[in-house]
């Protein structure tokens, strides 16, 4: 019998640190093209191995290859690429903007833009997201108006919110995205029960959680996968692995699982990991899932493998927990890159044009920042109005808050 000894507490460590060089060695990526595309009905016993691997379209050589290809056009891309693009330009702009004080607070998207940019486009409409903080491709790729996002960064006179959420907590339910929540994974069950309740009345709507790694770690997580799994809830639970919580790496909340897709396995869920910087393999791992959810085959879940290439937040700073070349090193790329190689070997694009592009999007953001910034910024202009606080909260108001909005004078 071995001898015991002393015990020793284990804390999970990071390949590298400030000032090491990048290690990626342990994200094993397969070949382009060489994950299965099974039928959507498939049992989830027989599709185990799809939690383990990673699913991708885009080969090196900017080429679509393997079953997962072709969903897209060549109209439909260039439209993707453009949103990618506008959501790059945005970050670019608002985050600028914190630091001129316009604004408290911003939360950049950089290297992620393509799995909410992509995702959108496989709901239908009526379908509700239920996001993170990180997720703001969800409205860009909607069609939702810039300047109305803007307005609610910057808390002013024509902020939909009425200066009610931290900037950049959106919410529109007529783009189908619920309002966003700074308490992480509450959103997670949400999305479950609304997903409950839209199969209960029959409807043909779908839900679409969304939690970044670090968050997964939390209890709410676990409960909305068992209601999921119980229920067959209509329902794409997906999972944000971009290698960093606010400062720590993924391998804290991952435990000893391998992977975050592995933890649908012990739930009976099925489980797909996707190359999350993939345009292509985004929108056919969500297309795939959004119609298995409406077929009342019940939920999915998908982990994006992707990288945070900016800061957690405006207030964090990654060179005291990363490497500052980290994110040159990821072995994924670029989400925008790639996409735009694609599209210029596909002989439907250019480095000139994307060049234009880039100007031309540029300008449109600068001149919705500046029609936002007429109605008001953190520190100067309109603000919401001191009666907005009373009003919308109660279908009548009650006594006491009557009397104080009188004392308020508003």
Request: hydrophobic share 40%; net charge negative.
């Given at each position: 019998?071995?001898d015991a000894?002393m015990?020793?507490?284990h ?7 400030p ?5 990626f060695s342990d ?6 093209g060489?994950?299965?595309r ?7 016993r ?9 699913i ?13 290809a ?5 109209d439909e ?7 990618m693009?506008?959501?790059?330009s945005f970050?670019a ?5 914190q ?8 939360m950049?998207h ?10 959108r486009?496989a ?5 509700m997201?239920?996001?993170t903080?990180?997720?703001a ?6 069609g ?7 307005n ?7 902020d939909?919110?009425?200066?009610r959420?931290?900037?950049?907590m959106y ?10 929540s700074?308490n992480l994974?509450t959103q997670?069950?949400q999305a ?5 309740a839209s199969?209960?009345?029959?409807d043909?709507?779908?839900a679409?959680?969304?939690i970044?790694d ?8 676990h ?5 999921a799994?119980?229920?067959?809830a ?8 971009n290698q960093?919580?606010?400062?720590t ?12 897709a592995?933890r649908?396995l012990?739930f009976g869920i099925?489980?797909?990991r996707v ?6 393999a ?7 899932a ?18 945070r ?6 207030s ?5 927990y990363r490497?500052k070349a980290?994110?040159?090193?990821w ?10 190689n ?10 000139e044009?994307?060049?234009q592009a880039?100007?031309?999007?540029l ?7 500046r ?9 100067a202009?309109g ?6 606080m ?14 104080q909005r009188?004392?308020?004078?508003v």
């Open positions: 019998m071995a000894g015990l020793r507490f804390v999970p460590e990071p390949e590298v640190r000032g090491g060089t990048p290690d994200v094993t990526i397969p070949k382009a060489s994950v299965p099974p039928e959507i009905d498939v049992d989830p027989d599709i185990r191995d799809l939690a383990f691997s990673i991708r379209v885009l080969n090196r050589a900017g080429e679509a290859v393997g079953p997962w072709g969903l897209l056009s060549d891309l260039l439209e993707g690429l453009r949103h693009m506008t959501l790059r970050d702009r608002m985050q600028m903007a630091r001129q004080g316009k604004t408290s607070f911003y950049q950089l290297g992620e833009e393509a799995v909410s940019c992509a995702f486009k709901l239908a409409p009526g379908d997201n239920f996001p903080y990180r997720q491709g969800l409205l860009i790729a909607d939702y108006p810039m300047v109305t996002m803007m609610q960064i910057y808390s002013n006179q024509a939909p919110l009425k200066g959420q931290l900037p950049i919410s529109s339910k007529e783009h189908g995205f619920f309002s966003i700074g994974a997670y069950i479950v029960g609304w997903a409950m199969a209960i009345s029959n043909s709507k779908i679409a959680a969304w970044g670090g968050s997964t770690a939390e209890s709410d997580f409960s909305a996968l068992v209601f799994s119980t229920y067959k209509p329902v794409v639970l997906n999972v944000v692995n960093w919580a606010i400062s790496f993924q391998g804290i909340a991952r435990g000893g699982s391998g992977t975050f592995a649908g012990g099925p489980s797909l190359d999350g910087n993939d345009y292509l985004v929108h056919a791992v969500a297309k795939w959004a119609e298995r959810a409406r077929k009342n085959l019940g939920p999915t879940l998908v982990e994006y493998v992707t990288y290439v900016g800061a957690h937040s405006s964090d700073d990654p060179s005291a490497p980290e994110s040159d090193a072995p994924l790329g670029d989400p925008i890159v790639r996409l735009k694609h599209l210029i070997q596909r002989g439907v694009w250019s480095d044009r994307h060049t880039e100007a031309e999007i300008e449109t953001v600068i001149a919705a920042q029609e936002a910034e007429r109605h008001g910024t953190l520190h202009g603000k919401p109005s001191t009666r907005d009373f009003e919308g909260v109660y279908g009548e108001m009650p006594p006491h808050l009557r009397r009188q004392q308020a004078g």
